[in-house]
């Protein structure tokens, strides 16, 4: 069965946990009930000393049982079930066996895994500061000729496509033969050579890619690209994997000029697995950053590559010949899908990144140079912890002089954060920095794009954006390959839009422009449909309007995600995979890892008394029931 995408941990967790509750255990469908209808916060917890109790039993009794279950239940295709459960699951069981129950830290599991919790309060924390915050702000524009900087991310190469072989699979990415009905030549529905939304990105586009962006901009004085290299097939990829991939990606990228880079969730094996330096384990992803740092060494320097090949895989170096600082950071440090981040206490600062960005800033500061930060997951989006969020926030608007923008990619959709200096009081006169949030190359939810900035040769200010796509509907998309045309440019598309009018071509992007452009897709349907529109780049975009709006622009003003007005949903938040909109951040949950899918394994589940009584045969024999 295709669930599009999610491999639902939660609902195999939960489905192990309520059959093993012993007040509850002779009526699973009421506790499965319960867990559907997002009851308590105090229920999750009580589950997760059920799971805590199955992880003492170690590793491979945890991955083993809850392999089962999935199996069984039927969650995901058994080879999905077995390979991504044998790669995450230890994760899991480290998390629970260390975990206080209940706590901060078993409050955000439940958050995550069933949805069932409130994300917990920010926990206060004052990142220090070597120096008051100056009187300085954003310098003027200097009105000389712009230049053009280049930004793309998350291209997700499947180096397995097979153009013949089928889009239309039981697995969260297609095109590939995962079964002989599945071949060229034996299915209904074959790939082209170029792409397909089922699928992630075939070598033919991202080489096409590449090709139209030294013809669209040969002149970029560089370029952005803000990570993920790895494709969807969690349950397949390994550390073999993603080191070829890493190189094949980042060998076409050095066609292109300068490319600075950081590190995606996907970017690693398992997904998503960047223990920080105070966690003691054995799966280590030293690996990543040595590959990287390796790879990234002939456009950013030895020195930086040298400090980007320790954990977690963050640099700082100045463009050449340029006041301009590309400080590149490791978002997989607040981001709640790490599973290594739910420490029994948490740490405020996950491998010292924080303090390192400070010191960073701060000699910037001193040296009065202007600085690019890049990162991979939006640091509002709803994928990014609160308390890592508040902190980082913390350090955004200290420097806010000094940060020119800040680049990001994951959600795989155009979009943008504004940060405010008061969040409760948000207003065009204290917004403080924006977030430009690159769409992806490929195509699971949209067209692919790349995005061409023109940018003041002086400050690095944003002075205008333009996105360029590739129209996978074009008729001969498949037969003559990509076109990559011109989508829109922000000055031209929103400049008179605005009060008063932003047209002036050396005039900044402000943060207090993309503040007052929020203004305008609140108060006028047409041009807020407009946009929601191009968030998909056309690709199959849903009706948006009421308090779908009121979200949506909640979102863009919210680079501090505790004001997000994301909200979580029981069973749903569990995801090993990216694909169309669940990469989560896309905040306003037209997540596709919801809804009815949910409620059909649910119900599947309340009727299946084989799992129900192979579960309560575990709970007896907790581990030694061979059954
Ligand atoms: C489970 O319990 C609920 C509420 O107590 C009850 O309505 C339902 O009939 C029970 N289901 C089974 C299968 O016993
Ligand atoms: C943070 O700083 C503020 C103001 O300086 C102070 O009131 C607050 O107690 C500090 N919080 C912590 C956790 O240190
Ligand atoms: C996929 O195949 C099923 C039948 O196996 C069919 O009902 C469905 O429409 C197909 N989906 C697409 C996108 O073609
Ligand atoms: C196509 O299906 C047939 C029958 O299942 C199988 O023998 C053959 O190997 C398949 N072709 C490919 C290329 O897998
Ligand atoms: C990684 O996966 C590939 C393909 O699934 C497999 O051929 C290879 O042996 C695996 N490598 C390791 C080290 O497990
Ligand atoms: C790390 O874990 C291993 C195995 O559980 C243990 O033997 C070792 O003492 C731990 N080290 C630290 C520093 O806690
Ligand atoms: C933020 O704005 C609110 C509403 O105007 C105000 O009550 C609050 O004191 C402000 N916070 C700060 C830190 O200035
Ligand atoms: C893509 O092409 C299709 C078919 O020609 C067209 O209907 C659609 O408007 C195009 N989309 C965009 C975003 O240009
Ligand atoms: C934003 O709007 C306010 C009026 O609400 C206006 O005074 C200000 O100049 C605008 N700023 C920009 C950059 O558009
Ligand atoms: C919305 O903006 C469009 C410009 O795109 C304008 O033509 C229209 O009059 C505006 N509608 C309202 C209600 O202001």
Request: charged share 15%; aromatic share 10%.
């Amino acid at each position: 069965m295709k669930i599009t995408g999610c491999l639902n941990f939660a609902l195999v967790l939960a489905s192990f946990a309520a059959a093993r509750t012993p007040v509850k255990r002779d009526n699973v469908s009421t506790i499965l009930s319960d867990i559907e209808n997002a009851v308590t916060c105090a229920a999750c917890e009580a589950l997760l000393v059920i799971l805590q109790g199955l992880a003492h039993l170690g590793n491979d009794d945890f991955t083993s049982t809850i392999t089962e279950v999935c199996i069984l239940a039927g969650v995901e295709d058994s080879d999905v079930c077995a390979g991504a459960i044998s790669r995450e699951g230890p994760i899991l069981a480290h998390d629970l066996r260390q975990m206080n129950i209940p706590s901060h830290t078993a409050q955000l599991f439940c958050n995550t895994i069933f949805g069932l919790c409130p994300f917990p309060t920010v926990t206060a924390y004052n990142v220090t500061f070597p120096s008051p915050k100056p009187s300085t702000s954003r310098p003027a524009a200097s009105g000389k000729t712009s230049v053009k900087v280049v930004h793309y991310s998350d291209i997700h190469v499947d180096l397995s496509y097979e153009t013949g072989s089928s889009y239309n699979c039981t697995k969260n990415i297609c095109c590939r033969p995962y079964t002989s009905a599945d071949a060229p030549g034996n299915t209904s529905y074959p790939a082209g050579p170029y792409g397909n939304h089922a699928c992630d990105a075939p070598v033919s586009l991202e080489e096409s890619m590449y090709a139209a962006i030294q013809e669209i901009a040969p002149d970029a004085i560089f370029t952005l690209f803000t990570g993920d290299v790895v494709e969807g097939a969690v349950w397949l990829v390994n550390e073999t994997e993603v080191t070829g991939d890493l190189q094949s990606a980042y060998g076409k990228m050095s066609s292109l000029t300068q490319v600075y880079s950081t590190v995606g969730n996907h970017d690693a094996a398992p997904v998503n697995s960047f223990p920080p330096d105070a966690v003691n384990t054995t799966i280590s992803s030293q690996w990543v950053y040595d590959t990287l740092s390796s790879l990234w060494t002939s456009s950013i320097g030895s020195a930086a590559s040298a400090t980007a090949d320790r954990n977690p895989g963050a640099y700082s170096v100045l463009h050449p010949g340029s006041n301009l600082r590309i400080i590149s950071f490791n978002t997989n440090m607040y981001y709640k899908e790490n599973f290594w981040l739910y420490e029994s206490t948490m740490e405020a600062d996950p491998s010292g990144q924080l303090a390192w960005l400070v010191d960073e800033l701060q000699a910037a500061e001193d040296a009065g140079e202007r600085v690019y930060l890049i990162g991979h997951m939006p640091m509002g989006s709803g994928d990014a912890f609160y308390d890592g969020s508040n902190y980082f926030d913390q350090i955004v608007t200290r420097y806010e002089a000094v940060i020119a923008a800040l680049f990001f990619g994951h959600t795989h959709k155009d979009e943008f954060e504004i940060s405010y200096s008061n969040y409760t009081s948000q207003s065009y006169s204290n917004a403080v920095e924006i977030s430009y949030i690159a769409p992806a190359m490929t195509p699971t939810s949209g067209m692919p794009a790349f995005r061409v900035y023109s940018v003041d040769p002086e400050t690095y200010a944003i002075l205008d954006m333009t996105t360029y796509i590739a129209n996978m509907s074009d008729p001969t998309y498949q037969t003559s390959g990509p076109t990559w045309a011109k989508y829109y440019s922000v000055k031209e598309t929103y400049g008179l839009l605005v009060t008063p009018p932003l047209t002036d071509a050396y005039a900044e992007l402000t943060p207090a422009f993309w503040h007052n452009l929020t203004e305008v897709f609140s108060s006028n349907q047409t041009v807020f449909d407009e946009y929601y529109a191009r968030k998909s780049r056309g690709y199959d975009v849903a009706d948006c309007i009421g308090s779908c709006v009121t979200d949506e622009v909640c979102q863009l003003r919210a680079a501090q995600s505790q004001y997000n007005c994301v909200t979580v949903s029981p069973g749903i938040n569990f995801k090993v995979k990216r694909s169309d909109n669940s990469h989560g951040m896309d905040a306003h949950s037209d997540g596709n890892c919801q809804g009815s899918q949910t409620k059909r394994i649910l119900r599947a589940l309340m009727t299946r008394k084989d799992i129900q009584s192979k579960l309560d045969r575990r709970i007896t024999g907790f581990g030694d029931d061979n059954a």
